[in-house]
């Protein structure tokens, strides 16, 4: 059954910190995505990875960085927390679309939800 | 710049009756369209797709039309459940890309 795990359903952090948010998938994808959710704006692409140590911006990178040492999880680093990143973020996997003939689905994370106070 | 757009943030239906909830996009290199379906304090989960070269596929209750010149398409439910409260998002991609681009969301209600 495929599965996409994030490491954290709830996370309260305070301002200035340094954020992790980690994702593990199982399906031996290469693509993996980090999204934001916010009421009336859906879900924003904040970064992606098409394989190991490869990373592109989405539409929203300010603030974040990301990590792909292996093929199995892609982290999201809140390097400074600020309260405009408190929000829901979704962790996402998917086969390249050229190996899967066409744009694949993507399989979600539970979602975590990150408060900075 | 919004890319995939849902313009009703939220739709109430009677149990039974048919939901239809609307989707507009403004890249013509669109070709490929997929519905998610996300409840609370949960991961969105994939509920239909349609490509560029079809104006309808169907799965069960949930058919998804598309109109290419109108750059839109439309998710029906019959008949709708209380089980389908949820928001629903669309999205849009083509083939040589790799991401998709999401619209806002729809939350639907259903009631019994």
């Known amino acids: 059954d495929v599965k996409v795990t994030q490491s954290s359903r709830y996370l309260v952090k305070r301002t200035g910190e340094k954020v992790f948010l980690e994702c593990v998938q199982d399906?031996?994808?290469?693509?993996m995505f980090w999204y934001r959710q916010d009421p009336g704006l859906g879900l924003r692409l904040i970064y992606f990875?098409?394989?190991?140590?490869?990373?592109e911006k989405g539409d929203i990178p300010e603030g974040y960085s990301v990590s792909r040492e292996k093929k199995e999880r892609f982290s999201l680093i809140l390097e400074s927390a600020s309260t405009n990143q408190t929000s829901m973020y979704l962790c996402a996997s998917s086969s390249p679309f050229q190996l899967a003939g066409g744009p694949d689905t993507q399989y979600f994370g539970p979602g975590t939800r990150l408060t900075v106070l | 710049d919004q890319q995939v757009k849902q313009n009703s943030p939220s739709l109430s239906v009677q149990e039974g009756r048919i939901s239809i909830l609307n989707c507009d996009y403004t890249?013509?290199?669109?070709?490929?369209f997929l519905w998610y379906k996300k409840y609370p304090a949960e991961g969105p989960t994939f509920l239909i797709s349609?490509?560029?070269?079809?104006d309808k596929n169907e799965d069960g209750r949930f058919t998804v039309f598309l109109n290419k010149s109108a750059k839109h398409l439309s998710l029906h439910i019959v008949p709708s459940q209380p089980g389908d409260s949820a928001v629903y998002f669309c999205a849009a991609s083509w083939k040589s890309g790799n991401q998709f681009y999401f619209g806002t969301g729809t939350s639907l209600t259903v009631i019994p």
């Open positions: 990875s098409y394989d190991v140590k490869m990373k």
């Open positions: 399906m031996d994808h290469e693509n």
């Open positions: 349609i490509s560029s070269i079809k």
């Open positions: 890249n013509s290199m669109f070709d490929y």
